[in-house]
């Protein structure tokens, strides 16, 4: 329905910054909520932020101030601006997109894509 592919990931030292992106393809939607989780090593996977439709978004507590989330709706492309970053950030990223769209049948269909991930790995 939808396939996203993400970029961005890589090494950076404490204090650093980072910006991931996700490009969508595919079905063209009726709305949608884009998201960034991420998932450290032996634990769960986590919302990290989300944007929807509207533009109106959501932050972890953890990253609130220092994570930008954004979308560019002529690329249907999201971003994460990742500044002043820290050791606990290390994780594997993965962009999300919840989306709807309207079957044949005018019947409302909802689904979730994710990206393939992206590690992010904050060390000196």
């Known amino acids: 329905q939808v396939q996203l592919v993400e970029s961005g990931g890589g090494l950076v030292q404490p204090g650093g910054s980072l910006r991931l992106s996700c490009a969508a393809s595919?079905?063209?939607?009726?709305?949608?909520?884009r998201g960034w989780y991420r998932q450290a090593l032996g634990k769960e996977r986590e919302l990290v932020a989300s944007i929807d439709t509207s533009g109106s978004t959501n932050y972890a507590d953890s990253v609130k101030g220092r994570f930008t989330i954004s979308r560019e709706y002529a690329k249907n492309t999201v971003y994460l601006q990742m500044n002043s970053l820290k050791p606990e950030d290390t994780a594997v990223y993965y962009c999300?997109?919840?989306?709807?769209?309207?079957?044949?049948?005018?019947?409302?269909?909802?689904?979730?894509?994710w990206g393939q991930g992206t590690q992010v790995t904050v060390s000196s």
């Open positions: 999300s997109l919840d989306g709807l769209y309207y079957n044949d049948g005018q019947e409302p269909v909802v689904f979730r894509s």
């Open positions: 595919g079905r063209t939607l009726s709305r949608d909520t």
